[in-house]
């Protein structure tokens, strides 16, 4: 049973000026009574019906959270699985592809990025034992970039950087729309950039504590990333550093498919500071980007990664943004995520990104509640205020 508080939520329709009052207006044409007069009308409860039965059928929402669907085959088993037996011709064809992946590309580029990653943790690490420094800073730099480009040599990354008078600047803060882990790695090829994230154990964690020692980079304890107080503090004070590399944050939260972008959270927006955005469109037709959590942990994921015919990427340097006079954080993050999504060439998305894996939020049902309340209890309101205000007047 879908209630009319839960419908449209999953549905991707993002409701605005008014477009729920126009549909009913239409369910109710054919009534004498209209909708102008703010009443209850029967019919509304097919508006309810109807995208309640949209969420169902097409829930435009979790699309963002499984691999774009591509128009025709690319010799890669995604998409659809049955492509590579239409002929004889494409299934010889597809056993080569696999050949040549797995056989020869496949063991080069795992070569290389065991490479890169060794040198990033010896280099970082020998670096650090330097004084603070301008030269310990240059030499940090050239790690990161050498590093980072090894790594994606061996993703064989063709990546096409767009607009580089807009690139972020130190004591800045680059947010960019979230596709995959390797969103790192493509940025970086470019600049160097300090990094926010979650402290690892494991072969994580030594990497981590490689690269913190040369740059400072801005890791935090599982307790403190709950601590949302704890985490703007820790980033405010990294920006006011104006000689600090800029932060790069992925304001989504999570990864999205390459169609569009979801809601930016707010915590990003309200450090204050230069905002940076950067757009970055994967091409699927070579390889998928997407990392899907749900289905592939990072072994796996990297593992079709390395065995895809390439990573073809587009970037996009936005000029910088500031936070307007009166404007809270919400607003802010809306603006900079719809110059992403323009640029792009991704659906702007109001919907949140923990939709992945959470249930929808309270808030999001009061909202599509309020909307209907305005339009049936608001303007009775407004008609009934209307006469005394005009003998108040007079």
């Not at 008078?165 to 803060?173: A, S, T, V």
């Not at 970055?280 to 899907?292: L, V």
Request: aromatic share 10%.
């Amino acid at each position: 049973m879908v209630s009319s508080a839960d419908v449209g939520l999953r549905s991707g329709h993002h409701e605005e000026g008014g477009s729920m009052e126009q549909e009913m207006g239409e369910l109710r044409r054919y009534r004498t009574q209209s909708i102008s007069r703010g009443e209850f009308a029967l019919s509304d409860s097919f508006y309810f019906y109807r995208k309640g039965l949209e969420s169902i059928v097409d829930d435009q929402v979790t699309q963002r959270f499984s691999s774009e669907e591509l128009v025709s085959w690319n010799l890669l088993t995604r998409t659809n699985h049955n492509f590579h037996y239409i002929s004889l011709r494409l299934t010889v064809i597809w056993g080569l592809g696999v050949i040549i992946r797995y056989c020869v590309l496949f063991p080069l580029r795992i070569t290389l990025a065991i490479i890169g990653i060794s040198w990033l943790v010896i280099g970082t690490t020998l670096v650090g034992f330097l004084p603070n420094r301008r030269v310990k800073n240059w030499l940090s730099e050239l790690v990161h970039l050498m590093c980072y480009r090894i790594c994606a040599r061996g993703l064989s990354a063709t990546i096409q950087y767009h607009n580089k008078n807009n690139k972020p600047q130190k004591g800045g803060i680059c947010v960019a729309n979230h596709t995959s882990p390797i969103d790192i790695v493509i940025l970086a090829n470019d600049g160097c950039y300090a990094m926010v994230g979650q402290s690892h154990s494991g072969l994580m964690g030594v990497i981590q504590r490689s690269m913190v020692r040369s740059c400072p980079h801005v890791w935090f304890e599982r307790s403190e990333m709950r601590d949302r107080h704890a985490v703007t503090s820790r980033l405010r004070a990294h920006v006011a550093a104006k000689c600090n590399l800029p932060i790069l944050i992925f304001p989504e939260g999570t990864c999205i498919n390459n169609t569009s972008v979801m809601m930016f959270k707010k915590g990003s927006f309200e450090i204050g500071g230069t905002i940076y955005p950067v757009a970055i469109k994967y091409d699927p037709r070579f390889g998928d980007a997407f990392w899907n959590s749900a289905k592939y942990n990072m072994v796996s994921y990297l593992l079709r990664m390395m065995t895809s015919w390439a990573i073809v990427v587009n970037v996009w340097y936005l000029p910088p943004m500031t936070r307007q006079e009166g404007e809270d954080a919400t607003k802010f993050a809306n603006r900079v995520k719809s110059a992403i999504a323009h640029q792009g060439g991704l659906l702007d998305m109001a919907w949140d990104g923990s939709l992945k894996r959470d249930k929808v939020k309270e808030e999001f049902k009061e909202h599509q509640q309020k909307m209907y309340s305005s339009m049936v209890v608001g303007k009775k309101a407004r008609n009934s205020q209307e006469p005394h205000t005009e003998s108040s007047k007079s």
